[in-house]
């Protein structure tokens, strides 16, 4: 049923027959449907830079998850930050931090993080967590233990608290580092 409707669509668009930004956009939705991410973000983002397509909080979260779900983590990346600049949204920053680490960029992606953290994001615990993350890929172990910390306030994080702060320990002390 969807692949039908996609290839109408397609069509229909290949032959200059959709104009309208709602006709767009259920195109865009449609690749989105039939897990073809990637040509549903670059399909939003061709026409949101042409104008055609009105650049708001809906159309950019769109292009940012399609292009985390295509992976393209950098250019999710950037659009979650558009998305967290036009809206001061604190989990706009939280999965721009989570796409920086897809990607290992750990210095951006704490910066992320931090300013998540910084406008009160919904479940600090879990971007404490992702810190950790970060932190700990750095071998900063005593910023990574810092935010473990932070993370155990929450009771609900304790079995991966627990997991992670026998295994900070052990790194930095391997490191000669005291935490």
Same mark, same amino acid.
């Given at each position: 049923?969807? /692949?039908?409707?996609?290839?109408?669509? *397609?069509?229909?668009?290949? *032959?200059?027959?959709?104009? $309208?930004?709602?006709?767009?956009?259920?195109?865009?939705? !449609?690749?989105?449907?039939? #897990?073809?991410?990637?040509?549903?973000?670059?399909? !939003?983002?061709?026409? !949101?830079?042409? /104008?055609?397509?009105?650049?708001?909080?809906? #159309?950019?979260?769109?292009?940012?998850?399609?292009?985390?779900?295509?992976?393209?983590?950098?250019?999710?990346?950037?659009?979650?930050?558009?998305?967290?600049?036009?809206?001061?949204?604190?989990?706009?920053?939280?999965?721009?931090? %989570?796409?920086?680490?897809?990607?290992? $960029?750990?210095?951006?992606?704490?910066?992320?993080?931090?300013?998540?953290?910084? !406008?009160?994001?919904?479940?600090?615990? /879990?971007?404490?967590? %992702?810190?950790?993350?970060?932190?700990?890929? *750095? $071998? $900063?172990?005593?910023?990574?233990?810092?935010?473990?910390?932070?993370?155990?306030?929450?009771?609900?994080? %304790?079995?991966?608290?627990?997991?992670?702060?026998?295994?900070?320990?052990?790194?930095?002390? *391997?490191?000669?580092?005291?935490?």
């Amino acid at each position: 049923e969807f /692949g039908k409707s996609l290839t109408t669509l *397609q069509l229909a668009y290949s *032959q200059g027959y959709l104009e $309208k930004d709602s006709e767009i956009r259920m195109l865009a939705q !449609m690749y989105a449907n039939n #897990n073809i991410p990637y040509k549903a973000a670059t399909t !939003m983002e061709k026409y !949101m830079k042409s /104008g055609l397509v009105k650049k708001d909080k809906t #159309n950019l979260t769109f292009i940012a998850s399609n292009y985390q779900a295509a992976r393209e983590f950098l250019k999710a990346a950037n659009y979650y930050g558009e998305v967290a600049k036009l809206t001061n949204d604190a989990d706009a920053y939280r999965r721009q931090g %989570s796409a920086y680490s897809a990607v290992q $960029k750990y210095n951006e992606a704490i910066a992320a993080y931090d300013k998540a953290l910084s !406008m009160n994001v919904d479940k600090p615990s /879990g971007v404490y967590m %992702s810190l950790v993350d970060a932190y700990f890929y *750095q $071998k $900063k172990y005593k910023e990574a233990y810092a935010a473990l910390m932070n993370a155990k306030k929450d009771p609900a994080m %304790s079995r991966q608290v627990r997991g992670w702060e026998s295994y900070i320990k052990d790194k930095a002390k *391997q490191n000669g580092i005291t935490l």
